[in-house]
């Protein structure tokens, strides 16, 4: 393995392993896996980039620090000769952590100071500027993350916010050293490195950007930030004739299907009423189930009462309900409820044939995804930007997809079925 990734939740890991297998437009990505968990044995020996997906976006900060350690420690037994520390683009973390411990802990256990740390995604609008982050035309703090319900966003200035996080300083190389090209990024971050700032945040406007930060990096043993950080990344070891860039087919996966959302963003909340105007969708009244009048079976005999429609079963609901139902019940509570109905619904779903599965939300995706008991992901082709058709081989295989809360089209659920069963996707011929 060449590149070793670690994901601080499910859906990012699947949006970085799919910028990974993608590549550069022409020169194509890595043969790329997606480990759920830290896997217990090696990889195949074709693997050239391994992601390890965690579960550690909103755990306490030893946790999170122990398994992307943990992770470090199989990737390198692999034989990575570089490792990404993927986060959200949205830099989801409170002032407590965890992207600046993890980030720490990884660049020290690494010997690595001046590390990028760039959660920039501009295909879905994610930029930085002045070390400020951008959602669409919005600061971040404007964009609707401030209301998430684990980890509300509530500063812009990402450099002041890590820093609130880590224990060393943490530098900023501005734009205007960015666009000066991947030898000037390379000197601001020796000179970084120099005055002792472990991370340093990194200015991205574009994918030029990003792909003059990965050049810069070629040689970094530590980088970090959001999938958009690994555009750059595949062309390093292509050009130094490492890997091939050639893509293994996808095979799309026939059969039963089902759509579960926990996420409460903007974008879900869109896809969700675009779905319910033409299929079958279930809201869960979340005080029923807080109250144990919902339960697993009501879910999954709504989904077997609708096969074949492509049914939804959400729990999404808008800021103001979400406030209300944390008031009554406590935050972790109904977070840690609603993943568990989830995750067994989903259980209980794929043990009666349902074979293709969209779930929306990072923590709910790592809830269902590890109740499902799979251990790696082949990537298959993007349904929308970030966000890939997978693949779990098995006796009967399961196609899933796991979006992001804010990413995907309006049409995103159906679209989504529609590719993992086989359909073209985006930019692919008919
Ligand atoms: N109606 C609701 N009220 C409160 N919390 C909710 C509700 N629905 C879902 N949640 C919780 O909110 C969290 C959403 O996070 P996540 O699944 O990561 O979505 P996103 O990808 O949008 O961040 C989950 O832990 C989920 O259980
Ligand atoms: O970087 C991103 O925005 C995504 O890959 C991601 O991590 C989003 O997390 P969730 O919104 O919790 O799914």
Known sequence: MLLGVIADDFTGASDIANTLAKGLPGSGGLATTQFLGVPSRPAAVDCEAGVVSLKSRSIPVAEAVAQSLAALAWLRAQGCRQIVFKYCSTFDSTPAGNIGPV?????????????????????????????????????????????????????????????????????????????????????????????????????????????????????????TGGSGIALGLPQNFIAAGLASGRRPAFIGVGGPEAILAGSCSRATLAQIERHRAGHPVLPIDVDAVMAGRVAVADLVAFVRGHAGRAPLVFSSASPEKVARLQAAHGREAVATRLDGLFAETARALVAGGIRRLVVAGGETSGAVVSALGLDALAIGPEIDPGVPALVADGEKPLALALKSGNFGAEDFFSKALAVLGGAPARGEAA
């Open 103 to 223: 980030g720490e802990a990884l660049a020290k256990a690494l010997g690595a100071q001046g590390v990028v740390a760039c959660p920039a995604f501009p295909t879905t609008g994610r930029t930085v500027y002045r070390g400020h982050l951008f959602v669409g035309d919005r600061l971040l703090n404007e964009s609707g993350l401030e209301h998430h319900p684990l980890n509300p966003m509530t500063d812009a200035d990402i450099r002041r916010w890590l820093a609130r996080q880590c224990e060393e300083p943490v530098g900023l190389v501005d734009w205007g050293t960015v666009r000066r090209g991947s030898d000037a990024i390379r000197a601001a971050l020796a000179a970084a490195a120099t005055r002792g700032e472990r991370l340093v945040i990194v200015d991205a406007l574009s994918d030029e950007d990003l792909v003059a930060i990965g050049a810069a990096s070629a040689e970094a043993p530590l980088v």
